[in-house]
């Protein structure tokens, strides 16, 4: 930033803080002549070599702790140190955990009665191939993979004993096995190929030296309502994009996270240097039978509670509201962590909700939702507005984004939270309860072809990477957004 300059000597280290903490936050630097010059980003890392005529001039600029450290120096193994601290590393531990399938069922004791089934289940069949050596099995497109599936049923069939080289759609050829081992996909390039299918639950967690790296995959996950003559049986699954749109692209789990941490220097700050959450589209439908019935599921009964236990409840009750009011400060102590690239992407709901309690469950629960939704119904009649159904209502939430700032795990927390829950509300204000006045708070935001729009993808756009995709990136200087269209 324009300012008066600072010499700093050979072999010497000094602090360096802005002039101007308002002003542009960039650093100009110069060396010996005008010739070798440049700028520093505060942001980004840099590791760059200058010629001039009495040999290389090195600099590296990267994080150490909560500064940044500029290195200038002609010495190439202390500079070749620097930028391989900051390079992809061997793994030292590897930890794979894939589930096949998994079914969850809850049950409830008091009346004996299963109330949710949670299954969690795996893809249907999907090729796979294999790029490079070294690199790990990735889906091809659902039309590579119906068309290599219909021809290799075609050839099971026949229950053969000798290899076939298969031709496909789009001048394609692929070597077909009996046993499916050692199968190939010849044009328009020779790489293996494998049937198998993308698991349930996948847990890959990766240690090296001074980097972690974890990633969780949920490929499928559906709520079942067990409730007789329920309104809703399925309350919750993902949809399915049309095939018009995903036939050319891979298979995608519901919910895929990863996250890339690296130690800041000799510090023992962490260091988020990729951290992605990808939520496909989904459909929750509810109705008060189905929510009064999971509630009563982790509600405590007051008749298993001793007299005894009442009592003394009852005391700590009037202990409470005998308590004079303090204001106290909550302290986070939490460590503060390092962010390069934070994303969560879009939330893309379609909601559905009925006031109805539907089969055996209404007149159950009768005498216990008068209150609440009496309650519920005055209060949204004092601002004009009714409780009703709602059918298939979407609500598109805009995805989340960070580059290189600095947060405790809390503050994060609490902005994630209020990014999505300030758009929630925006849009249940006029898309479930139909208020749409002067003034109402999802004006801005009403017409989704700008404003949001500007800010939301199809989720099913979305690309996330792995450690290896995330190395190759760094190596190739790629800066571009990971988030947007593939």
């Known amino acids: ?145 119906a068309q290599l599936e219909e021809v290799y049923k075609e050839y099971i069939e026949t229950s053969p004993q000798e290899n076939r080289i298969a031709e496909l759609p789009c001048d394609f050829q692929a070597l077909l096995t009996p046993n499916g081992v050692d199968m190939k996909l010849f044009l328009p390039s020779e790489v293996p190929i494998r049937r198998n299918y993308l698991p349930a639950i996948k847990v890959e967690y990766i240690i090296s030296t001074h980097q972690k790296y974890l990633r969780v995959q949920i490929y499928k996950i559906q709520i079942q309502n067990q409730l007789s003559g329920a309104i809703f049986p399925f ?74 236990q009442k009592l003394e409840l009852f005391k700590k009750d009037i202990e409470y509201i005998q308590t004079e009011l303090l204001t106290e400060s909550a302290i986070d102590n939490s460590s503060v962590s390092l962010y390069e690239y934070f994303h969560i992407s879009p939330i893309k709901l379609h909601l559905s909700f009925s006031i109805s309690s539907g089969g055996e469950e209404s007149n159950k629960q009768q005498e216990i939702e008068v209150i609440p939704l009496q ?67 999802f004006g801005l935001i009403r017409d989704l072809s700008e404003g949001v729009e500007a800010f939301f993808y199809e989720p099913y756009q979305g690309a996330i990477q792995g450690p290896e995709e995330f190395m190759e990136g760094m190596a190739l200087g790629v800066k571009a957004l990971v988030g947007g269209a593939v």
């Open 1 to 145: 930033s324009p300012g008066k300059g600072h010499k700093l000597e050979p072999g010497k280290a000094t602090y360096y803080t802005w002039e101007d903490p308002t002003g542009s936050r960039v650093l100009s630097w110069n060396c010996s002549c005008e010739d070798v010059a440049g700028e520093l980003s505060t942001i980004e890392d840099t590791f760059s070599e200058f010629s001039q005529e009495s040999g290389k001039i090195y600099l590296a600029s990267l994080f150490e702790g909560l500064q940044r450290i500029v290195l200038f120096t002609d010495d190439t193994r202390t500079f070749k140190r620097a930028e391989e601290s900051d390079k992809a590393e061997l793994a030292e531990q590897e930890i794979i955990l894939s589930l096949q399938n998994l079914g969850i069922s809850l049950i409830n004791n008091s009346t004996k009665q299963e109330v949710v089934f949670i299954g969690i289940t795996s893809s249907d069949i999907v090729w796979e191939s294999k790029p490079k050596v070294k690199s790990r099995w990735k889906p091809m497109s659902r039309k590579q993979t």
């Open 235 to 308: 309350p919750f699954y993902p949809i399915i994009p049309p095939k018009s749109i995903t036939m050319e692209s891979a298979p995608k789990p519901f919910a895929d996270v990863s996250i890339i941490t690296r130690l800041a220097g000799q510090s023992a700050i962490s260091r988020f240097r990729y951290f992605k959450v990808l939520i496909q589209e989904m459909d929750l439908k509810l109705d008060f039978g189905f929510l009064y019935a999971v509630m009563d599921l982790f509600a405590q009964s007051t008749d298993d509670v001793l007299a005894d």
């Open 375 to 441: 309650s519920l119904n005055f209060l949204l009649k004092s601002i004009g507005a009714t409780l009703t159904d709602v059918q298939d209502v979407v609500f598109k939430l805009a995805f989340f984004e960070i580059n290189y700032q600095f947060y405790t795990t809390q503050q994060l927390q609490w902005e994630v939270i209020r990014h999505y829950s300030k758009q929630a509300i925006k849009q249940l204000y006029v898309l479930v309860l139909g208020l749409d006045v002067l003034g109402n708070p």
